[in-house]
């Protein structure tokens, strides 16, 4: 994302304790131009909290964001932590309306970093269409910390149609992904240290709310769960929905869209795509009758021009996902344990 | 010394001819015809048993072609005290102990290294061994350990980044060296009296450094077919009809399947490198014993830079799990499945052996892409 809000002249370049103290360091903070930024009329009331209007059905999620590095090809930690919560949102079948920002910040973090996740932020939430409303802000001292945490909570209000729930799953509802797999966790790992590879790779983030609602407004109740593959990747969350539902899922490798750099960059880093972490792409379960047409209303949207089928429920190994190999071999897919460790040789 | 790995993406797309339906549905087909009698051939590479179970192979290949998985995973036969050995030295000794990925999460005698980093101990992910010189050259009060497991593959590696330190005059990096042959561990498999293997798929990566001339002697003396294999579908079928074709024959002859990859002379230049930095020893097999002259140790000169003499070592005899029966896997004479712990006692996030823990590992890869379908059948 380009950046295009000059930074306010200061008369301090770094985070120190003090700008977490809540006291005169603090307001200085705060009154320096930096959350001009995200101004609203709830953020400028400067109170403890803040007093919201929703309509009907109300979706409230939480997450916290610890990425390193934190800026990374395609993002940084800012935008990450708005879309995040702002998808959570999305997979309930809600509209995001409003954002808590939570910041520990740790002792040394310079103002240029700060203010640049911060622009992020804002754009981040234009974008989603979605309002800071309340925040708080902590500083820790150095060592205790990785330059900045941010949490982000939402509220959206839940699409009138929506009816999201992994229970309504049925045999032969078809799954859907929206985009090409794996594209975050190997932007990130890209820029790890250590493992500095040069590639034009760069995250997924992108928020998925606008994606989503259009989708409602024609599909509603058909669309039967949504999930958004980050950790643990898509193979977690399919797993997930297996044992869940006591229903089986059958994956088709050749149907599973990945990137041809991201699929090279897994190759040799000995990763798996369907456990690699994404940040801009969603799983759909759907009823089979509407599944042609979800694909190809998504595809015609922003962000969902990669989507693709690449499965189905059944009744035949149930609490199993068992995907068919290109070459037409079957195998289990299970979930991780730990980490997704690179291979030796 | 370039920190950064540069990875050419395109060139990967050639990839995708050995992963083509089409050939794959045709290699079966002639391996359905060639095979008229049960055959059991072992795939040495953790490689290419993990190629094999990923891709469903297993399930595909006719009854007649029994495959079973070889002992060439490193993580699987490095020697557990080694394991409690790196450990002792990341948590008592301080130092920055390095490793590749798979080897962190073995379990110890008490431990594995992912553990000791958890509790405080400075243990590090790196992809070179190189990247070790490196850090001990920027902390230059600390001592690095780099913990050199593999076959032939990682060694030139890990005894260029010895040459490295040893020219940079870099005196605060060592290596914990636990590399292994495959040529050895193919005699032992061939010498062990349970073992009915009549056919191997010889590792290619082992053979893109090594080249294919020390296998010669043990078709030979085994009467047995060797196929230098690669790791993808085609290649692994391939490699397959190779030695279904010289079983059926009588013959016993070493083929190069992996001739894109593997010159019969191997990589003269790593091997020269080898050379300089190592020697052949006796070596200590995790769940096989001792095998004689079948691992790598520092030649004289390079003494200062084996982390087994550079620090003492004072840790209890290394104690196996009484219930993994890894040996008799790293053989081939059981298959995971025949294993009473597999899948009960033993699963990769509470492993038992080490086969259960590295992706290569054949119990690993049976746990994660085979064993629920083989239930699966067996309830239909």
């Given amino acids: 994302m380009q950046l295009s809000c000059p930074m306010p002249a200061l008369d301090f370049d770094v985070i120190t304790l003090g700008h977490g103290s809540g006291g005169l360091l603090t307001n200085r903070l705060l009154d320096s131009g930096v959350f001009d930024l995200l101004s609203n009329e709830w953020l400028d009331e400067r109170h403890d909290g803040a007093t919201l209007n929703l309509n009907g059905k109300v979706a409230f999620t939480t997450d916290s964001f610890v990425v390193s590095p934190i800026f990374f090809p395609g993002g940084n930690i800012g935008e990450l932590a708005v879309n995040g919560t702002v998808n959570d949102l999305a997979m309930c079948g809600a509209i995001p309306r409003y954002l808590s920002l939570g910041f520990i910040l740790e002792e040394g973090l310079t103002m240029k970093a700060f203010w640049d996740i911060l622009v992020s932020i804002k754009y981040a939430c234009e974008k989603a269409g979605v309002k800071v409303v309340t925040g708080d802000t902590k500083v820790v001292e150095r060592g205790k910390g990785d330059k900045i945490f941010i949490n982000t909570t939402g509220v959206g209000e839940v699409h009138p149609r929506a009816d999201i729930r992994a229970c309504r799953i049925q045999a032969g509802d078809k799954v859907i992904v929206s985009g090409n797999l794996a594209a975050h966790g190997i932007a990130i790992l890209s820029v790890r240290k250590g493992l500095e590879f040069e590639t034009a790779l760069e995250s997924d983030t992108r928020n998925l709310n606008h994606m989503v609602r259009d989708l409602l407004d024609e599909f509603g109740e058909d669309i039967h769960l949504l999930r958004d593959p980050t950790r643990g990747g898509a193979a977690t969350v399919l797993t997930e929905i297996a044992r869940d539902t006591r229903l089986g899922i059958d994956l088709f490798q050749k149907d599973i869209p990945v990137d041809d750099a991201v699929s090279g960059a897994c190759e040799l880093l000995g990763l798996d795509p369907l456990y690699v972490a994404n940040e801009g792409i969603f799983l759909a379960v759907v009823r089979a009758e509407i599944a042609d047409d979800f694909v190809r209303r998504l595809r015609g949207l922003e962000g969902g021009k990669d989507a693709a089928m690449i499965g189905q429920v059944t009744e035949a190994h149930p609490r199993q996902v068992v995907m068919t190999s290109r070459i037409g071999g079957k195998r289990v897919v299970n979930m991780l344990v730990g980490e997704q460790l690179p291979r030796i040789c | ?380």
């Fill in chain 2, 1 to 380: 010394m370039t920190r950064a790995l540069f990875l050419n993406f395109s060139s990967m797309k050639f990839l995708t001819e050995y992963r083509d339906p089409d050939l794959v549905a045709r290699y079966l087909d002639e391996i359905n015809k060639a095979a008229t009698r049960p055959w059991t051939i072992m795939e040495v590479c953790g490689g290419q048993t993990h190629s094999l179970v990923k891709n469903g192979i297993l399930n595909m290949l006719p009854d007649e072609v029994r495959m079973v998985h070889g002992p060439g995973c490193p993580v699987c036969v490095t020697p557990l005290n080694l394991i409690d050995k790196a450990v002792f030295l990341a948590e008592e000794k301080g130092v920055i102990l390095c490793s590749f990925g798979d080897m962190l999460r073995v379990p110890g005698s008490g431990k594995s290294l992912l553990e000791a980093k958890a509790a405080g101990a400075d243990v590090r992910i790196l992809y070179s061994p190189l990247e070790a010189v490196k850090l001990a050259q920027d902390n230059p009060d600390r001592e690095v350990v780099f913990f050199a497991v593999g076959f032939e593959t990682t060694a030139p590696a890990n005894a260029l980044s010895v040459l490295h330190a040893h020219r940079a005059g870099v005196s605060n990096y060592a290596i914990l060296a636990s590399h292994v042959l495959v040529p050895p561990a193919i005699e032992a498999v061939m010498n062990d009296e349970e073992s009915h293997i009549q056919g191997f798929l010889a590792a290619g990566h082992v053979c893109a450094i090594m080249g294919i001339d020390e296998y010669h002697p043990l078709a030979e003396r085994y009467r047995i077919p060797i196929v230098v294999t690669g790791f993808e579908p085609v290649d692994l079928l391939q490699g397959i009809l190779m030695t279904v074709r010289q079983l059926e024959k009588g013959e016993a002859r070493v083929e190069n399947q992996y001739s894109r990859v593997v010159r019969p002379e191997g990589n003269p230049e790593a091997q020269k490198v080898i050379r300089q930095v190592f020697r052949t020893g006796d070596r200590e097999w995790r769940g096989i014993g001792s095998i004689p002259m079948s691992g790598y140790e520092l030649r004289p000169g390079f003494e200062r830079y084996d982390a087994n003499l550079k620090f003492s070592v004072n840790i209890g005899k290394a104690r196996e799990s009484e219930e993994c029966i890894a040996g008799l896997i790293l053989k081939g004479i059981k298959k995971p499945g025949e294993c009473p712990q597999f899948g009960k006692k033993c699963k990769p996030e509470s492993p038992l052996g080490a086969p259960m823990v590295s992706s290569e590992g054949a119990c690993a890869a049976y746990y994660h892409f085979h064993q629920a379908i083989q239930d699966l059948e067996t309830v239909a």
